[in-house]
C-alpha cells in the first residue's frame, strides 16, 4: 500500500475534478479518472471520469502510466475490466444516501472499492450496514442499494473505483474470495 500511495502522492499536473452531482454530496469528493469509454479519451476530463454507460469499449488514460502498481492491479481484472478512477472524500465531507441503478452482481456488473487511505473517522453504509473498509483491503459493494459515505476523520479518504463486468475472471475471483474468508 505504501507504494500506491507514493505513487498517487507524486502526481503533478493531473486534474482532479469536482464530483458532478452537487447536491449528492457536502464538502469535498473529487475524482481522477484512470480509464474510460473509448470515445471519451482525448475528452474533457469530466465525460472521462462520469460517462460511466454503455458496452462500448474501454481504454486506459494516459495517467494510468504513471502509476504502474494501480495498471498491474487492474491488468488483473482482463477483459471483465470497464471503468476505473481514484475518488477523493475529503476530510468532514458527506455523500448522501444514493443508489447507482443496476450496479450489482446478480444484474451483471459490481462496483469494487479498493481502500487505499484515511480510513480513520469514515463511515460507509450499504443498505444501512456500516462497511468497515481499511487501508489495503478491497471491497464489493451492492451499488444498487442505498448507500453513504460520512468522513469524520482529518484526513482525505482515497479509494480506488472499479467496475466491471461479471464473467468468468470476475466469478472466480468471488469464489476465491468466499474461500479466504471462511478458511
Not at 507504494?3 to 464538502?27: A, P, Q, S
Not at 481504454?59 to 471503468?83: C, M, R, Y
Not at 441503478?101 to 480510513?119: D, N, Q, T, V
Not at 469514515?122 to 451499488?143: D, H
Request: glycine content about 8%; proline content about 3%; some cysteine.
Amino acid at each position: 500500500m505504501e507504494t500506491l500511495r507514493l505513487e498517487i502522492e507524486n502526481l503533478v499536473g493531473e486534474e482532479w475534478v469536482e464530483h458532478v452531482n452537487k447536491r449528492g454530496y457536502e464538502g469535498g469528493w473529487e475524482v481522477l479518472p484512470l480509464r474510460c469509454l473509448a470515445e471519451h479519451v482525448n475528452s474533457h476530463v469530466i465525460l472521462q471520469g462520469f460517462s460511466l454507460e454503455g458496452e462500448q469499449a474501454w481504454e486506459n488514460l494516459p495517467v494510468l502510466d504513471k502509476l504502474p502498481t494501480i495498471k498491474h492491479f487492474l491488468d488483473g481484472f482482463g477483459q471483465a475490466l470497464k471503468s476505473a478512477r481514484l475518488m477523493k472524500l475529503k476530510a468532514g465531507a458527506t455523500i448522501h444516501p444514493h443508489s447507482d441503478a443496476y450496479i450489482a452482481k446478480e444484474m451483471g456488473e459490481i462496483r469494487l472499492h479498493l481502500a487505499i487511505s484515511g480510513c480513520d473517522g469514515v463511515q460507509f453504509l450499504v443498505a444501512e450496514k456500516e462497511v468497515p473498509m481499511r487501508s489495503g483491503e478491497l471491497w464489493y459493494i451492492n451499488a444498487d442499494q442505498t448507500h453513504s459515505v460520512k468522513n469524520t476523520g482529518e484526513q482525505s479518504r482515497l479509494n480506488l473505483v472499479i467496475d466491471c463486468i461479471v464473467d468468468d475472471t470476475i466469478d472466480k475471483m468471488f469464489a476465491q474470495a468466499t474461500q479466504v474468508s471462511k478458511g
